[in-house]
């Protein structure tokens, strides 16, 4: 089992910025890589970011240059910094901790509640 705290979500206007944080806990010693998924209303779950435990990333196109993804292993967390919000951007933004290899994401099957990040004017 793997347990998320999430946190950092709101509501921000347009170009605005949020940063959010996610501290996972339980049995994640052998995953070497957590990721940020995003879920808008009627929508799939799809991968924003993820952060290998080496620190190599890779980011969805729809994000890059706008977003930075970050992880600090001795405390188990991992950041999304979000900056030039959109409209689009508004999700419910879930962590995930998960296996990478050969540039890949490979998802756990735990999730987190997830926090609501909403961009409007």
């Known amino acids: 089992q793997v347990q998320y705290v999430e946190s950092g979500g709101g509501s921000v206007q347009p170009g605005g910025s949020l940063r959010l944080s996610c501290v996972a806990s339980g049995r994640i010693s052998s995953m070497n890589a957590m990721a940020w998924y995003r879920q808008a209303p009627g929508k799939q779950r799809d991968m924003v970011a993820f952060?290998?435990?080496?620190?190599?990333?890779n980011y969805q196109d729809s994000v890059k240059g706008r977003f930075t993804i970050s992880r600090d292993n001795v405390k188990n967390t991992v950041y999304l910094q979000m900056n030039s919000l959109k409209p689009e951007d508004t999700a419910a933004y879930y962590c995930?901790?998960?296996?990478?290899?050969?540039?890949?994401?490979?998802?756990?099957?735990?999730w987190g509640q997830g926090t609501q990040v909403t961009v409007s004017v």
């Open positions: 952060v290998t435990n080496t620190g190599t990333t």
């Open positions: 995930n901790a998960g296996t990478s290899w050969l540039r890949t994401y490979y998802p756990s099957n735990y």
